[in-house]
């Protein structure tokens, strides 16, 4: 069969750069791990495949031999099918262990945590506990102006039965006879070996005679929590509050993780925000805008606002209401309001109505051949 194109492999362009390259290998090597997909000789086939062309194309002697020559110009060379995978696998901890979103941690806690660098213990030490996230959906207002809520979520907490230790009364630890006290075990791919958590006593190295009954062994019981949280005011969609020690229970005497709540903001059917400013539209009728007024609007914290519309005023001018906006963090002061005008044109006219408009028109004598207008005149 016909080798593929190892650009094609990794689905990026001939003038992609090494780190676009990386970031191609990294997701191809999740998502076919034979480790991850055990028994399919697909994607262990996808998996090497994927390996080879990155073995080549992250190389700089190589990579311009294959992008002038193509594979026959690797012959010899020690890849491009040969079997010589060093390259590719001789520091996975620089491969994954730079990745955002705590990747190094993911591929980690998929494969076992054979590639060096990890923080964890290989013979069942504390580990910190999970973070959890929790997604809350609050209305515009309250995003400005701050509000209190109530959370209610579930998280792992200490085994309140067995204290974390997972085991009942007068139970002990045995060495764990498929990992024999080590807590991984090693298993080779053919062209590729890796350690992994051992699956019995998952990284402990021991096993308990008799566990906890409330627990199962584990130490740890999911309880449901409830708690007050204070959102600022001025908070912005999409922000996240940290609460420290909300999350999962650690093992082993771990610290727990964290609680991440993500906060929602709801649009509001009359005001947008930018930043610490607020906007908003209002009508105002031909005599109005032309002769100016004064009118009264409620603000988002329903308090009675007047603005000053002076005479001549065009359709869509913004006009600024001081310190009427979003409230700025740590300060007294708050933005500003801003208030689009919309000349609202009637569509129906009495007749003593038109009568007047007709004598108004007589009187400004409008051109009939107006000369364009520059477009950088208008408001944007």
């Given at each position: 069969m016909a080798?593929?194109?190892?650009?094609?492999?990794l689905?990026?362009?001939?003038?992609?750069?090494?780190?676009t390259?990386?970031?191609?290998y990294?997701?191809?090597?999740?998502?076919?791990?034979p480790?991850?997909?055990?028994?399919?000789?697909?994607?262990?086939d996808?998996f090497?495949?994927?390996t080879?062309?990155?073995?080549?194309?992250?190389?700089e002697?190589?990579r311009?031999?294959y992008?002038?020559y193509?594979?026959?110009?690797?012959?010899?060379?020690?890849?491009?099918?040969s079997?010589g995978?060093?390259h590719?696998f001789?520091?996975?901890?620089d491969?994954?262990?730079g990745?955002?979103?705590g990747?190094?941690?993911?591929?980690?806690?998929?494969?076992?945590?054979?590639?060096?660098?990890?923080?964890?213990?290989?013979?069942?030490?504390?580990?910190?506990?999970?973070?959890?996230?929790y997604?809350?959906h609050?209305?515009f207002?309250?995003?400005?102006?701050?509000?209190?809520t109530?959370l209610?979520?579930?998280h792992?907490e200490?085994?309140s039965?067995?204290g974390?230790?997972?085991?009942?009364?007068?139970?002990?630890?045995?060495?764990c006879?498929?990992?024999?006290?080590?807590g991984?075990?090693?298993?080779g791919?053919?062209f590729?070996?890796?350690?992994?958590?051992?699956?019995?006593?998952r990284?402990?190295?021991?096993?308990?005679d008799?566990?906890?009954?409330?627990?199962?062994?584990?130490?740890?019981?999911?309880?449901?929590k409830?708690?007050s949280l204070?959102?600022p005011?001025?908070?912005?969609?999409g922000?996240?509050i940290?609460?420290?020690?909300?999350?999962d229970?650690?093992?082993?005497?771990?610290?727990?993780?964290?609680?991440?709540?993500?906060?929602?903001?709801?649009?509001?059917?009359n005001?947008?925000?930018?930043?610490?400013?607020?906007?908003c539209?209002?009508?105002?009728s031909m005599?109005?805008?032309?002769?100016?007024?004064?009118?009264?609007i409620?603000?988002?914290?329903?308090?009675?606002?007047?603005?000053?519309?002076p005479?001549?005023?065009?359709?869509?001018k913004l006009?600024r209401?001081?310190?009427?906006g979003?409230?700025?963090?740590?300060s007294s002061?708050?933005g500003?309001?801003?208030?689009k005008i919309?000349?609202q044109?009637?569509t129906?006219?009495s007749?003593?109505?038109?009568?007047l408009?007709?004598?108004?028109l007589?009187?400004?004598?409008p051109p009939k051949?107006?000369?364009?207008i520059?477009?950088s005149?208008l408001?944007?």
């Amino acid at each position: 069969m016909a080798k593929r194109d190892y650009y094609e492999v990794l689905g990026i362009e001939k003038s992609a750069d090494q780190d676009t390259i990386k970031k191609a290998y990294r997701k191809l090597a999740v998502k076919y791990h034979p480790d991850r997909n055990p028994g399919d000789k697909e994607a262990e086939d996808k998996f090497k495949e994927a390996t080879e062309a990155y073995e080549v194309l992250s190389d700089e002697q190589k990579r311009p031999i294959y992008d002038q020559y193509g594979f026959a110009g690797l012959d010899g060379m020690g890849g491009g099918g040969s079997g010589g995978y060093s390259h590719a696998f001789h520091d996975f901890s620089d491969l994954f262990g730079g990745m955002g979103g705590g990747m190094g941690d993911i591929f980690e806690s998929i494969f076992g945590g054979g590639f060096g660098g990890s923080s964890r213990s290989r013979s069942g030490g504390p580990a910190t506990g999970s973070s959890l996230r929790y997604d809350l959906h609050i209305k515009f207002k309250d995003a400005v102006y701050g509000t209190s809520t109530e959370l209610h979520f579930k998280h792992n907490e200490t085994c309140s039965e067995c204290g974390g230790t997972g085991g009942a009364p007068g139970s002990a630890r045995k060495t764990c006879t498929t990992c024999n006290g080590m807590g991984q075990i090693r298993q080779g791919n053919g062209f590729f070996s890796i350690q992994q958590t051992c699956p019995t006593c998952r990284g402990k190295g021991t096993l308990i005679d008799k566990p906890c009954s409330c627990c199962r062994g584990s130490g740890i019981e999911e309880k449901s929590k409830s708690m007050s949280l204070k959102i600022p005011a001025g908070i912005e969609d999409g922000r996240r509050i940290i609460i420290k020690g909300q999350g999962d229970a650690g093992e082993n005497g771990g610290p727990a993780g964290d609680l991440v709540v993500v906060l929602h903001v709801e649009e509001h059917p009359n005001f947008e925000r930018d930043g610490v400013d607020l906007y908003c539209a209002i009508p105002v009728s031909m005599a109005q805008a032309a002769l100016g007024c004064e009118i009264t609007i409620n603000s988002l914290d329903d308090k009675k606002v007047t603005i000053r519309i002076p005479d001549g005023t065009s359709n869509g001018k913004l006009l600024r209401i001081k310190g009427e906006g979003v409230p700025m963090a740590n300060s007294s002061k708050k933005g500003d309001l801003y208030v689009k005008i919309m000349v609202q044109i009637p569509t129906r006219l009495s007749g003593k109505q038109k009568d007047l408009l007709k004598q108004y028109l007589e009187l400004e004598n409008p051109p009939k051949e107006p000369n364009l207008i520059n477009l950088s005149q208008l408001q944007r």
